[in-house]
């Protein structure tokens, strides 16, 4: 997609975080931005950042206040966004994700339903509800579109890195490749593109997602307390700003990359993903020589527990519920690092 004026755009997770720094970026590029989100308050001032920020008219900025994991309620929203702005996306932006760490041999039904089930289910959500809608209104039927348009998932660098304490956030993420990947090559039937972003830290607000986790789903395996979210508000402090992500996704998007990976250069990307896809090449070698191996920083499996507990410093991260009878001392909160 290169011309983004005049037409519309669907950004779920808008209210916060790197979906608000999408919805600023491409209502300055001149699109209508429908945004998506569960947290009522944090919809509405978010509203406010995207007309100061994009000099647009609040009529341009819809903002739709549901739970994404509401199959029902998404295809209400849908036919909001035809009603108010004309018709469906041109652009869908799937960025709405939730994540919550713990050993995953303590990972919980709870666990695997929120984090998986808005991480995966919303985007499985937001396709089913939007691809006919988008297909019949854009797409041609000899790889020509009427229009224009996009579809694009954010994801993680976890899709590529499972983690120990990492297991249904990664393999959520790992899902989203995989199904944005079935896209990218689907799309181009009906003259359209698909892609996934795949960030490493941003600086946003994901790691208060636990104090929102909805209440029928908040019998976890892990160790969660005001500390954890704590270290875990510390680490994505430094993460990327959601306006240079965007950017990045922007630039994207309007040269159909299908992966896109924010780094400061093309290489330092490439050199990420070769080494994860090494670490997946080393799981073929016999245990012996695996671990000979795993030496490098960037191949070693629990390089994501390491860097949050090198940033964070106070509280362990990752660790299992204290009175998870069968799960090792090492994996509790008082347990010995790992
Ligand atoms: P954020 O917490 O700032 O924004 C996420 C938004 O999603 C929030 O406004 C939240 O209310 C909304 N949301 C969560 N569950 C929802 C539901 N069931 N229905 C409707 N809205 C819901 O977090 P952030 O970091 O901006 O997350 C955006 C995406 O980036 C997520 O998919 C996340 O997994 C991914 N990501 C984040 C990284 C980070 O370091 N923060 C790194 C890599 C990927």
């Excluded at 996009?150 to 956030?169: K, M, Q, R």
């Excluded at 875990?232 to 306006?243: E, F, Q, S």
């Amino acid at each position: 997609m290169k011309d983004f004026k005049g037409k519309i755009a669907f950004i779920t997770g808008g209210a916060s975080g790197a979906g608000l720094g999408q919805a600023k970026v491409f209502a300055k590029a001149g699109m209508k931005v429908a945004i998506a989100d569960v947290r009522r308050d944090a919809l509405h001032s978010a509203v406010s950042e995207i007309v100061d920020y994009a000099g647009c008219k609040v009529g341009d900025v819809l903002p739709l206040c549901f739970d994404l994991t509401d199959r029902i309620a998404y295809a209400a929203a849908a036919d909001t966004v035809e009603k108010v702005f004309g018709g469906p996306p041109h652009l869908l932006i799937q960025t709405a994700g939730v994540n919550s760490f713990g050993p995953v041999e303590a990972s919980t039904y709870d666990d695997y339903d929120w984090v998986v089930g808005v991480c995966f289910g919303h985007v499985v959500n937001g396709l089913v509800t939007f691809i006919p809608r988008i297909l019949r209104t854009y797409g041609g039927r000899d790889g020509v579109a009427k229009e224009e348009f996009h579809i694009v998932t954010t994801s993680s660098l976890g899709a590529l890195e499972a983690g120990p304490d990492t297991g249904p956030y990664s393999a959520a993420k790992a899902a989203v490749n995989n199904l944005m990947y079935s896209f990218a090559e689907t799309m181009p039937f009906y003259g359209g593109h698909a892609s996934v972003l795949c960030p490493w830290n941003i600086n946003s607000n994901i790691g208060n997602a636990e104090l929102y986790r909805p209440e029928k789903l908040r019998n976890t395996g892990y160790n969660v307390n005001e500390n954890t979210i704590a270290m875990l508000r510390t680490v994505h402090a430094i993460g990327i700003d959601p306006l240079k992500l965007a950017a990045i996704l922007k630039e994207g998007i309007e040269n159909d990359r299908v992966l896109i990976m924010p780094f400061e250069t093309y290489e330092e990307g490439l050199a990420m993903l070769r080494s994860e896809l090494q670490k997946i090449e080393n799981y073929t070698l016999p245990e012996k020589e695996r671990l000979a191996l795993s030496t490098s920083e960037l191949s070693d499996p629990t390089r994501i527990s390491e860097f949050y507990e090198v940033k964070a410093g106070v509280e362990p991260f990752g660790r299992a519920r204290a009175d998870l009878d069968y799960i090792a001392p090492s994996r509790k909160p008082d347990g010995a690092a790992k």
